[in-house]
C-alpha cells in the first residue's frame, strides 16, 4: 500500500511520489553513495533484494528524477516521505540539501569510491551514457558543454562538488550506525556485497533471494562500453584517462577525501 505525497520544489514546481505505507517494526535503514560510486549498482540490489523479502524501499531522489524535478531542488516538504519505522531509503547520491534526517536509529550504508575514478565516470556519464530526455534542455545544454571540453578540464572543474558532498557526508552520517563501503572492495564479488548490505541493514536473510538478485546484477562488460551506463567497472581507469599533470592537481585537492577513506 502507498500513499501519495503532494510536494513542490525550490523551484515551484508541484510533483508527487508515491511512498510505500509499511507496518514493519524495524528501524528504517538509509543507503548513501556519491555519484558514480556505483550508486545505481548499490540501489538495485537493495531494491531487488527487498522486494523479494517484502519489505519495502524508497527513493525520494529518483521518484522526484523520473517526475523531471533535479534531486538538488527537493524543498523541506519532503522530509514527510521518511518515516522511524519499516523501510529501506535508497537513492542518495548527496545528503539532502534543504531539511536534515533523524539517522538516531538508522543503520547506514555509505558507499564510496576513488573519487579520480568517480570523476573520470562522471564525464563519461554526462557527454555519451546519460539519457537525455525530449525536452530537457538543461541536460542537453550540459551534454554539449561537457562535450566541448576534455576530460582533463572537466574533472578539474568537478573535483569541488566531490568534496562539498564527502564533507557533508561526514557530518551529517552517525559513525556509530554507518558502514563504510568502499566500490574497489566489492565491486567483483556482487554477492558479497549484497550479504553484507543484508546484515548491516538488519534485513532478513534470504539465501536464495540473495544468490538471485546478486546474480541478477552481476554485470561486467569484456571491453569499454562508452555509450553505456556500465562503461567499465575496474578500478583505476583515472590512471589511463587523465594526464599525470591532472592526477597530481586532483592528488592535492582531492587528499582529505583520499586519506579517509585510504586511496593513497
Given at each position: 500500500m502507498n500513499k501519495d505525497l503532494e510536494l513542490i520544489s525550490t523551484e515551484g514546481k508541484k510533483y508527487v511520489v508515491s511512498v510505500p505505507l509499511?507496518?514493519?517494526?524495524f528501524p528504517s535503514a538509509y543507503v548513501f553513495a556519491f555519484a558514480k560510486s556505483g550508486s545505481t549498482l548499490l540501489d538495485r540490489l537493495v531494491r531487488d533484494y527487498c522486494k523479494e523479502i517484502g519489505v519495502p524501499?524508497?527513493?525520494?531522489?529518483?521518484s522526484a528524477f523520473n517526475l523531471g524535478v533535479n534531486p538538488g531542488h527537493i524543498d523541506k516538504d519532503a522530509k514527510q516521505a521518511f518515516t522511524a519505522l519499516g523501510t529501506v531509503y535508497t537513492g542518495f547520491r548527496h545528503y539532502p540539501r534543504n531539511f536534515?534526517?533523524?539517522?538516531?536509529?538508522?543503520?547506514?550504508i555509505w558507499l564510496t569510491r576513488d573519487p579520480r575514478d568517480m570523476l573520470v565516470s562522471l564525464y563519461f556519464s554526462i557527454a555519451k551514457s546519460h539519457v537525455v530526455k525530449q525536452g530537457d534542455n538543461a541536460r542537453f545544454k550540459e551534454r554539449e558543454i561537457v562535450n566541448s571540453m576534455d576530460i582533463d578540464t572537466f574533472v578539474l572543474s568537478r573535483a569541488s562538488s566531490y568534496i562539498k558532498n564527502f564533507n557533508m557526508y561526514r557530518n551529517k552520517l552517525p559513525i556509530n550506525k554507518t558502514k563504510i563501503v568502499r566500490y574497489e572492495d566489492v565491486i567483483y564479488d556482487k554477492e558479497s556485497l549484497l550479504s553484507l548490505l543484508v546484515e548491516h541493514l538488519a534485513l532478513p536473510t534470504n539465501v536464495d533471494a540473495l544468490i538471485k538478485v546478486a546474480k541478477k546484477h552481476d554485470v561486467i562488460p569484456d571491453s569499454e562500453q562508452v555509450s553505456d551506463h556500465v562503461r567499465q567497472v575496474h578500478p583505476g581507469n583515472y590512471l589511463v584517462k587523465l594526464k599525470q599533470d591532472t592526477i597530481g592537481i586532483l592528488n592535492k585537492?582531492?587528499?582529505?577525501?583520499?586519506?579517509?577513506?585510504?586511496?593513497?
Open positions: 509499511s507496518h514493519l517494526h524501499s524508497f527513493s525520494l531522489f529518483g536534515d534526517l533523524d539517522l538516531r536509529e538508522a543503520n547506514c585537492e582531492l587528499s582529505t577525501f583520499l586519506d579517509y577513506f585510504d586511496y593513497r
